[in-house]
T-cell receptor
Framework: GAGVSQSPRYKVAKRGQDVALRCDPISGHVSLFWYQQALGQGPEFLTYFQNEAQLDKSGLPSDRFFAERPEGSVSTLKIQRTQQEDSAVYLC???????????????FGEGSRLTVL | AQSVTQLDSQVPVFEEAPVELRCNYSSSVSVYLFWYVQYPNQGLQLLLKYLSGSTLVESINGFEAEFNKSQTSFHLRKPSVHISDTAEYFCAVSNTNAGKSTFGDGTTLTVKP
């Protein structure tokens, strides 16, 4: 597709359920990022892939959060045993090159809004 | 570590008035700076960026931002806003050696007729 695609756009989960959020980056983009955006706040970094390698996962808030990008294209963010504090919009972004700063541009998807009841 | 502070959470202005959205950052190393815009029901998109060279950078729709190293600021300005500029604006900073960007909490610009 022309842009970054995320699914589902909306997800309601009961506390304790596992969820999986999918990101299809722009074709050929090397770098892929996941961000978490709580209501009224800016995006907070979760994790970063360069192709299939997860180079930085320092932002993942707990071991309930897991991300993968096995073939260097589509990525999945999985949250196990969801809690109410996990409610947020999860943003995926991709970049053409390995070093973000060399182009300075992230292309964002529209996000997946997760509500945990 | 780096951080970004957007000093105004909401900025209401009338159409054709000038506007300034303020952004300050802190970092112990050299940085690149960005402004992203999020229109209603859309994803974030890059508005403009400062990587190096001229400290004044411009977007195609009339916004400009000036990198001020001594004041650690990257304020966004437009001399005359339109209704269509209504959106949320995010300032972001990236370490020149890192892959990730750190974002501010956003400023909601509302342009009224």
């Amino acid at each position: 597709g022309a842009g970054v695609s995320q699914s589902p756009r909306y997800k309601v989960a009961k506390r304790g359920q596992d969820v999986a959020l999918r990101c299809d980056p722009i074709s050929g983009h090397v770098s892929l990022f996941w961000y978490q955006q709580a209501l009224g706040q800016g995006p907070e970094f979760l994790t970063y892939f360069q192709n299939e390698a997860q180079l930085d996962k320092s932002g993942l808030p707990s071991d309930r959060f897991f991300a993968e990008r096995p073939e260097g294209s589509v990525s999945t963010l999985k949250i196990q045993r969801t809690q109410q504090e996990d409610s947020a919009v999860y943003l995926c972004a991709s970049s053409l090159v390995a070093r973000l700063a060399s182009t300075g541009e992230l292309f964002f998807g529209e996000g997946s809004r997760l509500t945990v009841l | 570590a780096q951080s970004v502070t957007q000093l105004d959470s909401q900025v209401p202005v009338f159409e054709e008035a000038p506007v300034e959205l303020r952004c300050n950052y802190s970092s112990s190393v050299s940085v690149y700076l960005f402004w992203y815009v999020q229109y209603p029901n859309q994803g974030l998109q890059l508005l403009l960026k400062y990587l190096s060279g001229s400290t004044l950078v411009e977007s195609i729709n009339g916004f400009e931002a000036e990198f001020n190293k001594s004041q650690t600021s990257f304020h966004l300005r437009k001399p005359s806003v339109h209704i269509s500029d209504t959106a949320e604006y995010f300032c972001a900073v990236s370490n020149t050696n890192a892959g990730k960007s750190t974002f501010g909490d956003g400023t909601t610009l509302t342009v009224k007729p």
